[in-house]
């Protein structure tokens, strides 16, 4: 089975090659690489035109201008010849036999259209600093109506059928497009899943912090919720229609809502002080984390930040 492998990229000469490198040296051989540059302004382009020029499976595609990064997946969408897509990150790198095990899996699993794998978590030099593994339970979460449950996927360790994405309209213009779209497939009916398998080493650094994390989460909850209401047979909210719809929740309801999100960020911000060994910052943030929610904190803790495992 063929695979078409998706990665937009933008000013990432420091990774670039070791990325796309990690694609063109998998065991399973039968791929195409589409690579979007996104207008990028430092070296990506030379270092990019250099690969492309020695392995033929490697396909550039520059924009003119920056669009955005749901607008660059979507057009290496449009570009993919295969029906099987590997989703990839420009500063990830893809262990040997990703494409193998995961075309193998969808290949036993022809009722999935998406699955996504573990992942070990490196910082900006490549050193291992703890573990990320999806637990999805999407028959659970449909039951009692908790996206949560199913919408943790790991995007650049997701391989999914490609008419299926096409079939919900793509990635939207939106932040969490890759969210957004697990939703929208999910209450389409199609079935998500994760393989246990460890395939992608997925850097953790400084571009965690480069944009408004309040909005970030803002957007999780809101796409969440519309995922809620169409579980119920409901229609979507705007996001004006949502932010009043928040703000009309009983009081404790709304306690509960702000401390999980101020959690969440401080546990955001904690992950960049930690790769990064700055452990005055991460020992703050955390303590705020585990101030705010201290048993989903220990949790997520045991579950991805544990360089042993």
């Given at each position: ?154 995007h650049p360790a997701v391989m999914y059928r490609k008419p299926d994405v096409l079939r919900v309209g793509g990635y939207r213009q939106v932040a969490l497009e890759d969210r957004d779209l697990w939703g929208r ?41 519309n995922v809620a209401r169409r579980l119920r047979g409901l229609e979507d909210l705007s996001l004006t229609a949502y932010r009043r719809a928040v703000a009309a929740e009983p009081l404790l309801q709304r306690v509960?809502r702000h401390r999980r999100m101020r959690a969440g960020i401080a546990f955001r911000k904690a992950t960049l002080f930690y790769s990064r060994r700055e452990w005055r910052p991460f020992l703050m943030q955390m ?23």
């Amino acid at each position: 089975m063929s695979v078409s492998v998706i990665m937009s990229t933008f000013n990432r000469e420091r990774y670039i090659a070791s990325a796309v490198e990690s694609v063109l040296e998998q065991s399973h051989r039968a791929f195409e690489l589409i690579v979007v540059d996104d207008a990028s302004t430092d070296g990506t382009p030379d270092i990019l035109a250099r690969l492309a020029a020695r392995d033929g499976r490697l396909r550039v595609v520059r924009n003119a201008v920056n669009r955005g990064l749901p607008a660059g997946r979507n057009l290496c969408l449009s570009l993919a010849r295969h029906n099987l897509v590997a989703c990839m990150d420009d500063d990830d790198i893809m262990l040997a036999d990703r494409l193998a095990r995961q075309v193998a899996f969808l290949r036993d699993h022809p009722e999935v259209s998406v699955v996504t794998a573990a992942a070990r978590l490196i910082d900006d030099a490549g050193n291992v600093i703890g573990l990320s593994v999806p637990e999805i339970d999407l028959a659970r979460g449909r039951a009692e109506v908790r996206p949560a449950l199913f919408l943790g996927l790991i995007h650049p360790a997701v391989m999914y059928r490609k008419p299926d994405v096409l079939r919900v309209g793509g990635y939207r213009q939106v932040a969490l497009e890759d969210r957004d779209l697990w939703g929208r497939m999910v209450t389409a009916g199609y079935t998500v899943a994760a393989q246990p398998d460890v395939l992608l080493l997925h850097r953790r650094h400084v571009s965690i912090m480069q944009g408004n994390l309040d909005a970030l989460f803002e957007q999780g909850e809101y796409i969440d919720f519309n995922v809620a209401r169409r579980l119920r047979g409901l229609e979507d909210l705007s996001l004006t229609a949502y932010r009043r719809a928040v703000a009309a929740e009983p009081l404790l309801q709304r306690v509960s809502r702000h401390r999980r999100m101020r959690a969440g960020i401080a546990f955001r911000k904690a992950t960049l002080f930690y790769s990064r060994r700055e452990w005055r910052p991460f020992l703050m943030q955390m303590a705020a984390a585990m101030s705010l929610e201290p048993i989903q904190v220990c949790q997520r803790i045991a579950k991805k930040y544990s360089p042993g495992r």
